[in-house]
Nanobody, 125 residues
């Protein structure tokens, strides 16, 4: 079983919202920096957002800046990705990833050791 499990994906109309959850098993997520990635069919995996381990600093790729928000709930051992004003081009499988070795936020896939199985987001009318 994967140590990270994503949920919250689905079908939404353009302009709608979804909140993705990344819940950990056997990991305490407050000790990890977390990245959110997405991969659309025929495209390379893209780093979308991340949140640092200690100071909660975050980063967003330009295409989602102002629309997506990453946050932590340490009591629930969960990291969220709130996605608003969704566009058809946001359609992809979304993955969360965790890394213990460093604190600072990163959207480089090679920096992460643990990955979830992904959750599909489809934005279509």
């Amino acid at each position: 079983q994967s140590k990270l499990v994503e949920s919250g994906g689905g079908l939404v109309q353009p302009g709608g919202s979804l909140r993705l959850s990344c819940t950990a098993y056997e990991l305490t997520l407050e000790n990890y920096r977390i990245g959110w990635f997405r991969q659309a069919p025929g495209k390379e995996r893209e780093g979308v957002s991340c949140i640092s381990r200690r100071d909660g600093g975050s980063y967003y790729v330009d295409s989602v800046k102002g629309r997506f928000t990453v946050s932590r709930d340490n009591a629930q051992n969960t990291v969220y990705l709130q996605m608003d004003s969704l566009k058809p081009e946001d359609t992809a499988a979304y993955y969360c990833a965790a890394d213990f070795r460093r604190s600072q936020c990163s959207t480089a896939a090679q920096d992460y050791d643990y990955w979830g199985q992904g959750t599909q987001v489809t934005v279509s009318s």
